[in-house]
């Protein structure tokens, strides 16, 4: 009764509150909190593995560091590669597929299921198993390639002009239906009148894609290539497995080294000032991405 | 019930007083050493938990658990390379003191082990591990091959000397290359399966067994910290170029991120004529083949000096441990003669004195030679507290040019000092 009471009394806005206190307490506690940290961090000096040693303020100088660091422009020019690659197969692919699966035919759903699978499995045993399909001696991709033209052997993983090639593969065979499911959804939103008003203006089926498919569905097509865009940008756990960023460093991501440089040579003073910087790239170039896909779903 | 609840009670207060947590890497030694720990328990009622992480990530899940005083081991069999951080940052506790009073001596121990695994700073009295697992780098080859007339005339007749176990890294490379692509018993067979791995350390253990040989030097003997002109001199540049040529020319097709189990594997599968790996593997090698028809190990090779890239680790005991007494007691255990003779018998490889001095210890296995051989020429990487970030340059700058086929070595070289420079003067030591 007691309890009935006080709830009465409380205002619109303090039950507001109270429902979105969590939240936002975990927001602040587990993303604001470290961020602020890690920037206060890139001012210094400080190694996380060196006890007692108390961090000194060092100003710009982590900073300048890592933007005058050939090594970082290199992974960065890594990381970039490895996204353009992997964002216009899955859009080429997936909408394709997306085209495909719109149409009704026998067992429709079922191939629909089996094509999602590799999103749903994890990318760490992904990147060993292709390992193995990868491998020049028993692979099957090696086989299936040699079974249409004879190349002999070839490594997909040592070679640094094909590793670059071997990652780019398995991210889009692992998540181009996910970029498929987003643009079947947006195929299904397209009300069938505007084909029917086009059949009527005797438009041919290429200028009935181009006017009403692939307008109805790039938004969607954006939206899932900045989802698959701002992942691929953190990639990690896949090539670790699949390639440790070699041959050398032909395939070291920048997410790889920031982990190598934080986690393994304990720089985090350092690291932090590169994190802050990859947070401030993906953070501008999203929100770049996000307006032109808002004047896009305008017109 | 009474009495019951409370012996129950008692039982499992007791149980968790009377147990302390060992770790160390997920390898067949570890299996020989839980084996053997059963012996512990039964005497002192000590029960030992074992946590065995994989190689691949054995340094980042412990210097993880130590860098954040993790409580979860009481011993940890870790790294020779990490003594130096283990003293230095206070992760592991001094034996010194136990040591006198237990009466262990570390003259017991061999002197190379009691070097590498024992102290810091290099060379001096102040032990921070006991001697647990000697090991080096060496070789296993096809002997049954090897035998075969037709094979052994064929190659006579090309380098003008028997197959067998070569003196110098240019046999090495004539008999492997000898094997690369050859078809034995109706199967493709190449070479040898070295270390070729990025991730973590392998394909600097590797390319270190052939700068070692050559005669490579880390830093000026008269300098500290010194390197330009010795971890870069010409013999060094040669043993690189050389590891690229024998990659080139002998590996398997796709041993390009290969460390431990992947050259045993290829050499298990028979791929491979050689094998490059740790001692530690050579008694489950040799385990199957009894009558040491098929398998034949040797040290590795010299070129301009004979020396071999130092494996193996030192028992310590982490200083965050509620139950350093329980892993003092496991050590001075472990410590005695007649249970390193034990070891030995497991298929660990005991440092104690006693048991390599043994007069049977040469001939007690294939590998027991070699092993001394070995022991008595080996040379380690970095064991600065700083050491895993001196090793990353390496790996990426060896990898890229061994595997990836890019710059020159003499590049890559000037790269990995650059680097070192760089980590020495941020730890104060330039």
Redesign the interface.
């Given at each position: 009764m007691s309890v009935k009471k006080k709830f009465k009394g409380l205002s619109d806005k303090a039950v507001a509150w109270l429902f979105i206190g969590p939240s936002v307490f975990l927001l602040l506690a587990i993303n604001i909190y470290p961020l602020i940290y890690a920037i206060r961090m890139s001012f210094t000096?400080f190694?996380?593995?060196?006890?007692g040693r108390e961090p000194e303020f060092v100003g710009l100088k982590n900073y300048i560091k890592v933007l005058n660091k050939e090594a970082i422009w290199e992974k960065m020019q890594v990381t970039a590669n490895f996204m353009f690659w992997t964002l216009l197969l899955q859009a080429v692919i997936g909408l394709g597929l997306a085209l495909l699966l719109n149409r009704k035919f026998k067992g429709n759903e079922l191939l629909t299921t089996l094509i999602v699978l590799p999103m749903m499995l994890s990318p760490a045993v992904v990147g060993v198993f292709w390992t193995y399909l990868?491998?020049?001696?028993v692979?099957l991709f090696n086989y299936v390639i040699n079974f249409f033209h004879d190349f002999g052997?070839f490594?997909m993983?040592?070679?640094?002009v094909l590793a670059p090639w071997s990652i780019v593969i398995v991210d889009t065979w692992m998540w181009t239906p996910f970029t498929m499911l987003i643009c079947l959804a947006g195929l299904r939103s397209v009300p069938n009148y505007l084909y029917e008003a086009a059949e009527v203006d005797r438009a041919s089926k290429w200028q009935q894609f181009i006017y009403i498919t692939l307008p109805s569905v790039l938004p969607f097509l954006l939206l899932a290539l900045l989802f698959r865009g701002i992942e691929n940008f953190k990639m990690f756990d896949m090539v670790?497995e699949l390639?440790?960023?070699?041959?050398?460093?032909?395939t070291?991501l920048a997410s790889i080294n920031l982990k190598?440089e934080a986690?393994?040579?304990?720089?985090t003073g350092y690291s932090s000032a590169f994190a802050v910087i990859l947070f401030v790239t993906i953070f501008g170039f999203g929100n770049v991405y996000v307006k032109v896909m808002n004047k896009i779903k305008e017109r | 019930m009474i009495l019951l609840f409370v012996s129950l009670f008692s039982f499992s207060v007791n149980s968790n007083a009377k147990s302390i947590t060992l770790g160390w890497a997920a390898w067949d030694p570890a299996n020989a050493l839980q084996e053997l720990t059963k012996e512990f328990t039964a005497e002192t009622g000590i029960d030992v938990n074992f946590e065995f992480v994989p190689w691949p990530n054995f340094a980042d899940r412990m210097l993880n658990e130590l860098n954040n005083k993790g409580k979860t081991f009481d011993l940890l069999i870790g790294d020779s390379q990490w003594i130096g951080a283990g003293a230095v940052y206070g992760h592991y506790v001094k034996l010194n003191d136990f040591f006198d009073k237990e009466g262990i001596s570390m003259n017991d121990f061999s002197p190379a082990t009691v070097y590498a695994y024992s102290t810091w700073p290099k060379g001096s009295e102040n032990y921070y591990a006991l001697p647990a697992m000697g090991d080096a780098l060496a070789w296993a080859y096809r002997k049954d091959w090897f035998d075969r007339p037709e094979l052994n005339s064929e190659f006579k007749k090309k380098h003008g000397y028997d197959l067998g176990v070569p003196a110098n890294w240019n046999q090495l490379h004539d008999m492997c290359s000898f094997f690369q692509g050859r078809e034995i018993d109706g199967q493709k067979r190449y070479g040898a399966a070295i270390n070729t791995e990025r991730g973590s350390e392998g394909i600097t253990m590797g390319v270190t067994a052939a700068m070692y040989a050559w005669g490579m030097e880390y830093e000026n003997p008269n300098k500290p910290y010194d390197m330009e002109g010795f971890f870069n001199s010409p013999q060094a540049v040669e043993a690189v170029e050389f590891y690229r040529k024998l990659y080139e020319d002998c590996a398997p097709p796709g041993h390009s991120d290969a460390y431990m189990v992947a050259n045993l594997d290829a050499y298990k599968s028979g791929q491979v004529a050689f094998q490059m790996n740790w001692y530690a593997f050579w008694p489950g090698v040799s385990k199957e083949d009894s009558d040491g028809r098929v398998s034949g190990f040797f040290a590795n090779p010299k070129q301009n000096v004979a020396a071999a890239t130092l494996g193996g680790q030192g028992i310590s005991v982490v200083k965050y441990s509620d139950k350093q007494d329980l892993a003092l007691e496991y050590i001075k255990w472990f410590a005695r003669p007649d249970i390193q003779q034990k070891w030995w018998d497991l298929g660990g490889y005991s440092c104690h004195n006693d048991v390599l001095n043994s007069p049977s210890f040469p001939t007690s296995t294939v590998y027991a030679q070699g092993f001394l051989d070995s022991m008595g020429i080996v040379k380690d990487f970095w064991q600065e507290p700083t050491f895993v970030e001196l090793m990353l340059p390496m790996q990426e700058a060896i990898h890229d040019y061994v595997v990836n086929g890019k710059g020159t070595a003499k590049g890559a070289l000037d790269k990995i000092i650059e680097e070192w420079v760089e980590v020495f003067e941020a730890d104060g030591k330039l």
């Open positions: 000096n190694y996380a593995n060196k006890i990868y491998n020049p001696q692979g052997s490594d993983i040592g070679s640094s670790v390639t440790s960023g070699g041959p050398g460093s032909a070291e190598r986690f393994e040579k304990w720089k | -």
